[in-house]
């Protein structure tokens, strides 16, 4: 876990944080977010007006130097809405919009106010030793957690370079252990609106594929099913996805929970001249060519936490353009499409 002392900075406060929604993830990353901000307002539903402006007024109340949002997806659009006329930086979870309507919402405002930290914890941390072999920045603290097992080895300092042509994606998410395997303590997620795996869990490997090739993906065909207690129409419990990118790559998504043989949870890349795969386990690690013993770099301390310290990063930086926006907006449309399909 991070230490306070590795957060300081000198002569520097941390900064003021409002955080609206307490749930199960708040209950989650609140242990990070205390090392990164001075937290002054913990903000639920019930606790402002339902008028126009209440959310807002009320945050304001508060003089915080940046917002959290970690309320339900559906809530989303109407908070960023809302918050965004502070001027602030704000910090909304994935997935960054459920409806199109929303995301068309969202896309208004942030032409106008554009510090909005669209974050996803995958690329953003956990992932992050696959975007740094790639060539792609990561945030300064989530920089100094990634261990490389060997920063002279041609095998780290070539990159991305020595797979060859990229012809192959195959990213897993599947859940069978633990909390994570069921939606039980989510009930949420049967929405079959705002829920269902494809939202809470394909969301991360597509904005993974965007941040990595920012290259547009058609669908091919969609599988959707649901366990046998699942309740009368609610969402999908296993998804699986098969598209193929502009440029040929085929991109195959696999994500679910209540899966029997347990859990895996990789972002595999097949190219010409070998493979790489991000394996997010307890300990995530980069491995070359399916070679266990071939591992480039790890991820060290808890995501949640540096979550948090990414998202002090942003806000240390006084940002004047968003955070994973495109990425965000590209894996919205593409789900919308995903779920449409058919």
């Given amino acids: 876990m991070l230490k306070d002392q590795d957060l300081e900075r000198k002569g520097i406060r941390n900064p003021k944080l409002a955080v609206i929604g307490v749930g199960a993830y708040f209950r989650m990353i609140f242990p990070g977010i205390h090392i990164s901000f001075d937290v002054i307002a913990t903000i639920d539903k019930g606790d402002y007006s339902e008028e126009p402006g209440g959310l807002r007024d009320y945050v304001r109340s508060f003089a915080p130097d940046a917002v959290m949002i970690l309320t339900p997806n559906e809530f989303h659009a109407s908070h960023i809405e809302e918050i965004s006329e502070l001027e602030l930086p704000v910090f909304v979870e994935k997935p960054l919009v459920t409806t199109a309507t929303a995301l068309m919402r969202v896309l208004h405002v942030v032409d106008r106010h554009p510090t909005l930290y669209c974050s996803d914890f995958y690329i953003d941390v956990w992932g992050s030793p696959l975007t740094k072999w790639w060539g792609l920045p990561v945030a300064p603290q989530v920089d100094r957690a990634i261990q ?93 996805v098969l598209m193929v990118s502009a440029s040929g790559i085929r991109f195959r998504l696999r994500t679910g929970k209540y899966i029997e043989s347990g859990d895996d949870r990789a972002f595999t890349i097949k190219g010409t001249h070998g493979s790489v795969s991000m394996q997010f386990a307890e300990e995530s690690q980069l491995i070359l060519n399916g070679n266990q013993e071939t591992a480039l770099a790890k991820i060290s301390g808890m995501p949640l936490d540096l979550t948090a310290a990414a998202f002090r990063d942003y806000v240390d930086s006084e940002p004047t353009s968003p955070h994973g926006l495109s990425a965000a907006i590209n894996a919205t449309r593409l789900l919308l499409e995903i779920h449409a399909f058919g």
Avoid: C
Wanted: proline residues 4%; negative net charge; without cysteine.
């Fill in 148 to 240: 490389i097992i060997d920063e002279k080895s041609p095998l780290w300092t070539a990159g991305k370079n020595q797979i060859g042509r990229v012809q192959e994606v195959e990213a897993t998410l599947l859940e069978g252990t633990g909390a994570a395997g069921s939606f039980t303590g989510r009930e949420w997620l049967w929405d079959p609106i705002h829920g269902g795996v494809l939202w809470d869990m394909g969301y991360h490997h597509l904005v993974m594929w965007f941040t990595l090739f920012n290259e547009s993906l058609e669908v091919l065909s969609v599988l959707k099913t649901r366990v046998p207690d699942a309740p009368e129409g609610g969402a999908e419990t296993y998804g699986e």
